[in-house]
């Protein structure tokens, strides 16, 4: 009880202190305060935290030199606020990071480029320069050494390493060797593959600085960690005496208790110490309990050193292990160990971390917890060994003295399922110092213990793809591989016709097949209809080990898979032997090559293209055999066939075929396919009719019942789309005139043309416009009325396939259109000129050309102008008739830049009558 009272005593005597020298200094900042003994801090952190509370509200404050109560140690401290071990390290990943996007871009070892080179303008022209950049230029792409040196024709390597392209080029411009040559250089983003991309283990562990390196203060404390002086503890009262009190470790490691007295912690791991407070606590304070926790804990300052990023001194949180200190000091350089590294603490190695065993194992019982003054050592790389190819993980490994093939592959994770352990290559650094290659058998013992040295490089390849059963491909609802048995026929893999889809092909199904040694590829081909007919017969051929069975669609487009087959025959073809490949073309519905099988006939390649369409002549056909004669000239002979002797087995047609042999079977002569024509409007019984061979006109209105009371037999509107396509190219012909005019106008507009050449600009951008979204009708002029008078006459039109005929209603009009005050349509009135409706419609405006103008007469035929004085004196009495369009053109003389503009006019105008035409019907 004595000495909880003194203690007090003492705090309120350094509370008066506090308070006099903010009385005796009021205008001074905090932290320039004279600074508190030792003492004198230690009594203020032994008061209660209400008391604390209470001191340092009557201060004005609520905090002690910018420290929270529970911080009270740096009390007047007013140094600048350090920058942290983990700032430290963030700032120079970052720049770590931002070399190597900067290096990315860079040139180096082994890196691949393209040099354009060209002759140097200015330069003397002399072959040799024109024969050095056509040498260099055959041979791109370039691969440079490890060094990053390029070596060119002729020439000792050069240094780019480091360079960027631009910085590669002027090196290669400015190389007097290379004078009269101007370079290009472009870095090709090549990936590495295979060993070549092989990495170090491990080291991708530091690339990435984690959230936080360094031990967490707010982790529980184990029970056996050493206290030193810097740590705090919280000790806590409770019972008859109650209180929260924040104490540290002085520098003499010695802890103050209240009421208790000093203590002697440093050295004491933490379970001692809360033993020997609760022995103090029960033996001095009846009736008192505490609790006692972790508060800050001290920093220790660690040396790293070695093969690191950025060896140094540390201060980290004495929590920290090895592995959190080699984070801060930038993690192991691609030079060091990481599987040697080791903890040094007063001269001697105390422990040795093998990195290998965190990152493959999880283990961390070599991650010792550091002391002050601790130095962690890494030592260089030792003998190392890459495994690539069909591993888990492949990577450059550092192995121990010792280790074997069985080690370096427990390291890579094991074989992959498609390893293939029977072929794997060691390449080796031989005594001789050059790489030689040693195989191995991954199934043997004796080779899996075979022991590695530096600089080893083992490759495991892929097993095989080729399938050792039988694949079915193509038209089939059950593709994929299935197993192969002896003596297993085609309907065996089949199993029944249901596996065709709709329209395979189930008359020819190919099977390429592989002969081994040699791999030749021979093709055999099967009726599946025949074979399941007959099964076991020679109709269901028997299959092999490896073949692969396609069907095909009854389309005429056989599909990529067999074209790969005749690449095959093709490219094993060799010592002037015949490609075995034979074609058909014609009247069959998948006409092209195929390959010829052996004992392969005429009736077979009919089958192979798909058999006979529905137009082919069937009685004789061609085939065309060609034949090299005592090896010196080749021979063509036709053959006349006749196909249905073939089709019918006849040993005398169904000849066998040789390479090269082509098969051509005719169409049957006047075979046409069924050709229509539409007749819509004033007929009996409207509709599409079939036509034959050289029908007109008046028979297929016949057919349709003749016309109607109400036909208007002049205005009929016939269409053929033969027509069309010809008013569609001569409409897009002149639109490409029409636009290089109207490009060469824009640059006279540009040039000063004046306003003149500015508005013939715009009017030509609208004609152009319209000429563009004019739809062609292919209107053939006829005249309906003598065609049915005069059946198979000149005017009787014979028929073509798709021709639409539109008899429209008797029309009681005359149509004005183009440059008049306002075009429209006049109710017909015998008499009246053209002049007359021209009138009726307001006359011409001023851009008419009254010359031109021209009447349009109901079946689509031109009454136009005349250059004769004769015409232009009965010009204006031009007799018009129900159904006619009178059109007053564009006077294109207004603008005679563009000379097209009478054409283009003429064709919009008469496209506008034909449709005005087509949607009055």
């Known amino acids: 009880m004595g000495i909880f009272r003194a203690g007090r005593a003492l705090a309120l005597q350094f509370a008066s202190y506090l308070i006099a020298i903010t009385a005796a200094f009021p205008l001074v900042a905090w932290a320039q305060m004279p600074t508190p003994t030792p003492e004198q801090i230690e009594m203020f952190r032994s008061l209660p ?17 910018g420290l929270s109560i529970s911080n009270v140690s740096g009390l007047g401290d007013a140094s600048p606020p350090q920058e942290t071990a ?62 990053g040196r390029l070596s060119l024709p002729s020439m000792p390597p050069i240094n780019l390493s480091g360079l960027t392209s631009s910085q590669a080029a002027q090196r290669l411009n400015y190389d007097p060797r290379l004078a009269g040559l101007r370079f290009t250089v472009t870095l090709l983003p090549v990936e590495p593959v295979g060993t070549e991309a092989l990495q170090p283990f491990g080291y991708d562990l530091f690339d990435e600085v984690p959230s936080a390196f360094a031990a967490d203060a707010n982790l529980p404390v184990p029970t056996d960690y050493r206290l030193g002086p810097g740590d705090s503890i919280i000790v806590e009262f409770f019972g008859n005496r109650t209180g929260r009190y924040y104490l540290s470790v002085d520098r003499n490691g010695t802890l103050t208790l209240p009421q208790l007295g000093p203590l002697q912690a440093a050295g004491l791991t933490f379970d001692q110490l809360r033993r020997d407070i609760d022995q103090r606590v029960s033996e001095q304070l009846v009736g008192a309990r505490a609790t006692v926790t972790m508060g800050e804990l001290r920093s220790i300052r660690i040396f790293v050193v070695g093969d690191v990023m950025w060896p140094g001194s540390y201060t980290v949180s004495s929590l920290s292990t090895i592995t959190n200190t080699l984070f801060a000091s930038g993690g192991i350089s691609k030079i060091g160990s990481l599987r040697n590294v080791e903890l040094k603490r007063a001269g001697k190695t105390v422990a040795k971390l093998d990195l290998y065993d965190l990152l493959l194992k999880g283990d961390t019982s070599q991650d010792l917890q550091l002391e002050s003054g601790d130095a962690i050592f890494v030592a260089p790389i030792g003998s190392t060994a890459g495994i690539g190819g069909q591993v888990r993980r492949p990577a450059i490994y550092e192995f121990h003295e010792g280790a074997t093939v069985e080690d370096l592959l427990a390291l890579s994770g094991g074989l992959k399922p498609e390893a293939d352990p ?79 889809k709709l329209n395979a092909d189930q008359r020819y199904v190919l ?42 669609n009854r ?13 095959e025959l093709r490219m094993q073809t060799r010592d002037n032997d015949p490609t075995p490949i034979v074609s058909v073309s014609g ?44 090896e010196q000239v080749r021979k063509t002979d036709v053959i006349d066939l006749e196909l249905a002797a073939a089709a019918a087995g006849d040993q005398g047609a169904n000849i066998p075929l040789q390479p090269y042999d082509v098969l051509v079977v005719r169409e049957t002569p006047d075979w046409r396919g069924q050709e229509a024509i539409t007749i819509t409007g004033e007929v009996r019984f409207p509709g599409t009719y079939p036509i034959r061979k050289g029908e007109t006109l008046s028979s297929v209105i016949a057919r349709a019942g003749g016309l109607t009371d109400a036909a208007f037999p002049k205005g009929s509107v016939f269409l053929r789309e033969e027509l069309k396509e010809q008013e569609r190219q001569q409409v897009e012909s002149l639109v490409n005139r029409l636009q290089a005019d109207l490009a060469a106008l824009a640059l006279q507009s540009a040039q000063g043309g004046g306003s003149s050449a500015a508005g013939t600009l715009q009017a030509g951008q609208s004609l152009l416009a319209q000429l563009q979204s004019v739809e062609p009708t292919g209107r053939l002029v006829i005249n309906l009325p003598k065609a049915l008078a005069n059946a198979g006459g000149e005017d009787d039109v014979e028929l073509r396939g798709g021709d639409k005929l539109m008899i429209p209603r008797m029309k009681q009009y005359v149509t004005v259109i183009g440059e008049v005050q306002n075009p429209t349509a006049h109710v017909f009135k015998s008499g009246l000129s053209r002049d007359d409706y021209i009138s009726l419609s307001g006359g011409t405006t001023q851009r008419a050309d009254e010359k031109r103008t021209y009447v349009v007469r109901a079946d689509g035929s031109v009454v136009a102008a005349s250059n004769s004085p004769y015409w232009f004196r009965r010009g204006t009495n031009v007799e018009l008739e129900p159904g006619d369009t009178v059109v007053v053109p564009l006077d294109a003389e207004r603008m005679r830049p563009l000379a097209l503009w009478t054409s283009v006019t003429t064709i919009i105008y008469n496209l506008a009558v034909t449709l005005a035409a087509i949607s009055s019907i």
């Open 587 to 630: 009247r069959v519905r998948a006409p092209g090559e195929y390959p010829l099988e052996p004992g392969m006939t005429v009736g077979d390649l009919i089958r192979a293209g798909g058999g006979l369409d529905d137009a082919a002549y069937a009685a004789t056909a061609e085939l065309t055999r060609y034949a090299v004669v005592d």
């Open 555 to 567: 389309s005429s487009d056989r599909g990529p898979a067999l074209t790969q087959i005749l690449d």
């Open 49 to 65: 935290p209400d008391q604390q509370q209470q001191l340092l509200e009557a201060l004005g404050r609520g905090q002690l030199g």
């Open 511 to 552: 099977i390429r097949r592989e002969s081994l040694p040699d791999r030749r590829v021979h093709v055999v081909s099967a009726d599946a209809v025949r074979a399941f007919e007959r099964p076991g017969t020679s109709d269901d051929p028997l299959l092999m080990s490896g073949d692969r069975v396609i069907v095909f």
């Open 86 to 147: 983990e700032s430290i390290t963030r700032r120079r990943q970052q720049a770590r990071q931002d070399e190597q996007k900067k290096g990315a871009e860079r040139i180096a070892g082994g890196a691949m480029l393209i040099l354009d080179v060209e002759l140097q303008l200015g330069a003397p022209t002399n072959g040799l320069a024109a024969e050095r950049r056509d040498r260099i230029r055959a041979g791109n792409p370039y691969r440079l050494d490890n060094e």
């Open 422 to 500: 029977r072929r794997v290559s060691l390449e080796r650094i031989g005594p001789d110092r050059e790489r030689v290659v040693i195989e191995l058998d991954l199934s043997d013992p004796a080779d899996r213990a075979q022991r590695l040295a530096a600089g080893d490089l083992i490759t495991v390849p892929m097993i095989f793809e080729d399938v050792r059963g039988i694949t079915l491909e193509g038209h089939v609802h059950r593709a994929g591989n299935y197993a192969w048995r002896e003596g297993m026929r085609l309907t065996d893999l089949l199993g029944t016709p249901q596996v065709f």
